[in-house]
């Protein structure tokens, strides 16, 4: 069984919307800290946002006050909401779940155990 699964993503325009999904299962359910990572081509892997199991969340600079991160403990899943894009947020973006909860959660990739298979999001100009 795969422990993350995302889901979304897709094609629009510069300044539109766009939102991922990640549904856990297994030893990735657990509740602990979760995260968005993405992967543009040529570029190395980078932490997006990310939040624990209490709620609290942690972002990059590069995406604060544009994107969103949530999840729902009941559903098992975590969320992405991304506004404002721009073309240079596009990237194949990645679920990740910890086995531990941070206070502050972490952007690193070493942070995280469960990885999921990645979805692409391309915004065009």
């Known amino acids: 069984q795969v422990p993350l699964v995302e889901s979304g993503g897709g094609s629009v325009q510069a300044g539109g919307s766009l939102s991922v999904s990640c549904a856990a299962s297994?030893?990735?359910?657990?509740?602990?800290?979760m995260a968005w990572f993405r992967q543009a081509p040529g570029k190395e892997r980078e932490g997006v946002a990310a939040i624990n199991s209490d709620g609290r969340t942690n972002y990059a600079d590069s995406v604060a006050g544009r994107f969103t991160i949530s999840r729902d403990k009941a559903k098992k899943t975590l969320y992405l909401q991304m506004n404002s894009l721009k073309p240079e947020d596009t990237a194949m973006y990645y679920c990740a779940a910890s086995s531990t909860n941070y206070y502050t959660p972490k952007l690193q990739i070493g942070s995280y155990i469960y990885w999921g298979q990645g979805t692409q999001v391309t915004v065009s100009s």
């Open positions: 297994g030893y990735a359910d657990r509740g602990y800290a």
